[in-house]
């Protein structure tokens, strides 16, 4: 079975600092890998995927994720945080090869980047 | 180009009532997949439509159901509402639906209440 886990709840960050939310991901053969962000009262926004390649994916607004096939891992990262990232972030995985597009998506982390 | 847009945005219905929300696509995107989001659960997987027909399902009871029309437009059904089913609904759109690369773009969700 397929599964995400984003071990951390929130993560506090003060405007300026790097910022790191968290992703493990469990599933049979090789994963894509994708990041979400959803403000209050909205749908999710796509932020990177990870399909193949370069272990370092590169996304919107300044966001990049790191693939770790050892550590089964996909960390989201932005090197310098900005209060407007304040929000819920969600790591979804995909099997390779699976019919479909359908999603399992972690629980979330709530990002509170302060002034 | 027009996102993702779902109708209506917010909806309150009592116990035992039936429900229908409405999604229509990215122009040019084929399938259409449905997430259920509460804050106990997060996002669960519904189910997911390609050319009119339902490709995937999720572990949900038969009172959810679906379908999609030939223009990829979206509708899915609650039969018997329960208390339980009170969320955030959120329709996903993706190109082509048949390579599992493709990225999902979510709307903005329907948010039911039931009372």
């Known amino acids: 079975a397929q599964s995400v886990a984003q071990p951390e709840d929130q993560v506090n960050v003060a405007e300026g600092n790097p910022l790191t939310v968290k992703c493990t991901y469990s599933v049979s053969g090789n994963p894509y890998l994708f990041w979400y962000v959803q403000y209050p009262n909205r749908g999710l926004q796509f932020l990177l995927k990870?399909?193949?390649?370069?272990?370092l994916v590169k996304g919107s607004y300044g966001f990049e994720a790191e693939f770790n096939k050892s550590q089964t891992s996909f960390h989201l990262k932005k090197p310098s945080a900005l209060v407007s990232d304040s929000a819920l972030y969600f790591c979804?995985?995909?099997?390779?090869?699976?019919?479909?597009?359908?999603?399992?998506f972690g629980k979330g982390t709530t990002l509170s980047v302060s002034s | 180009k027009a996102g993702v847009t779902q109708t209506p945005r917010y909806l309150i219905k009592t116990r035992g009532q039936q429900v229908t929300l409405s999604c229509s696509p990215i122009s040019g995107h084929r399938s259409v997949s449905w997430y259920q989001q509460t804050p106990g659960q997060g996002l669960q997987f519904l189910f997911e439509y390609f050319s009119e027909t339902q490709r995937n399902k999720g572990n949900f009871p038969g009172r959810f159901s679906g379908r999609q029309f030939s223009n990829s437009r979206s509708e899915m059904n609650v039969s018997t509402l329960e208390l339980g089913d009170s969320a955030l609904y959120l329709c996903?759109?993706?190109?082509?639906?048949?390579?599992?690369?493709?990225?999902?773009?979510f709307g903005p969700g329907t948010r039911l209440t039931v009372l």
């Open positions: 990870y399909i193949t390649g370069d272990n």
């Open positions: 979804a995985v995909r099997r390779m090869n699976q019919a479909g597009t359908a999603l399992i």
């Open positions: 996903a759109s993706s190109l082509a639906g048949q390579s599992s690369t493709d990225t999902q773009y």
